[in-house]
C-alpha cells in the first residue's frame, strides 16, 4: 500500500542540525510532490516547505527559508528535510506529506525532534 | 502569505449535532483549500479538498463548501470518532497556510 515511513526521534543541542527523513513505497515516488509541516507540543500545524521529487525544485514558508533544506534521493525513494541552527523553539513533531489531486493524501508517521540543552 | 482565519477555536458539541467550521482566506483563493482531521498522537487525514470533494473513505457526514474566501466544513451528525481537531489548508499558492484548528469536543 501507499505510505511514507519517517526516521526515528531525534534529541538534539541546540544549534545542532537534524534531518529527518521519508521514505515512500507503494507509489512512483517521482510523480507527487513531498510537502513538510511539523507540529510543536499542544500546538497547530505549521506548513514548512516543498519538494518536486522529479525535478528537486524546492519551496519554503518565509519563516524557514535559509534554515530548512529539502532534498531527496530518488534511487532509494526518499525524501529528506534538514534543519540547522536549532533553537528550543524547533522542538515539534515532523510531518512529511505526499500532494495528490489537491490534497495531502498520505502522511508519514511523524518524527518527534526535541531540542535540549 | 495568504492567512486563514479558522473559527471557532474550540467547539463543545453532543453526539447527533449538526457542526459547522469556518475558514476565511486573506485573500482569493478559488476553490483551492482543504479540511483535515487529526487525533492525538496521529498525523492528520485529508477529509476533503478543492473544497468540496469528499475523499474516497470519509462518511457521507462530512461536506466542504464555499469558494473564494469564505469556506466551511459541516458535520451532519456528530458520531463519537468526530471529536477531534479540525484544520483548513490553502493550497491556492505558495507558502501554504494552516487555519490555527478548531477543537470539537464532547459535550
Known amino acids: 500500500q501507499v505510505q511514507l515511513v519517517q526516521s526515528g526521534a531525534e534529541v538534539k543541542k541546540p544549534g545542532a542540525s537534524v534531518r529527518v527523513s521519508c521514505k515512500a513505497s507503494?507509489?512512483?515516488?517521482?510523480?507527487?510532490?513531498i510537502n513538510w509541516v511539523r507540529q510543536a507540543p499542544g500546538q497547530g500545524l505549521e506548513w514548512m516547505g516543498w519538494m518536486n521529487p522529479n525535478s528537486g525544485y524546492t519551496g519554503y514558508a518565509q519563516k524557514f527559508q535559509g534554515r530548512v533544506t529539502i532534498t531527496r534521493d530518488t534511487s532509494i525513494n526518499t525524501a529528506y528535510m534538514e534543519v540547522t541552527g536549532l533553537r528550543s523553539e524547533d522542538t515539534a513533531v515532523y510531518f512529511c506529506?505526499?500532494?495528490?489531486?489537491?490534497?495531502?493524501?498520505?502522511w508519514g508517521q511523524g518524527t518527534t525532534v526535541t531540542v535540549s540543552s | 502569505a495568504i492567512q486563514m482565519t479558522q473559527s471557532p477555536s474550540s467547539l463543545s458539541a453532543s453526539v447527533g449535532d449538526r457542526v459547522t467550521i469556518t475558514c476565511r482566506a486573506s485573500?482569493?483563493?478559488?476553490?483551492?483549500l482543504g479540511w483535515y482531521q487529526q487525533k492525538p498522537g496521529k498525523a492528520p487525514k485529508v477529509l476533503i479538498y478543492d473544497a468540496s470533494s469528499l475523499r474516497s473513505g470519509v462518511p457521507s457526514r462530512f461536506s466542504g463548501g464555499g469558494s473564494g474566501t469564505e469556506f466551511t466544513l459541516t458535520i451532519s451528525s456528530l458520531q463519537p470518532e468526530d471529536f477531534a481537531t479540525y484544520y483548513c489548508?490553502?493550497?491556492?499558492?505558495?507558502?501554504?497556510?494552516f487555519g490555527q484548528g478548531t477543537k470539537l469536543e464532547i459535550k
Open positions: 485573500q482569493d483563493i478559488r476553490h483551492d
Open positions: 507503494g507509489y512512483t515516488f517521482t510523480t507527487y510532490d
Open positions: 489548508l490553502q493550497d491556492h499558492n505558495y507558502p501554504y497556510t
Open positions: 506529506a505526499r500532494e495528490f489531486e489537491g490534497g495531502l493524501d498520505v
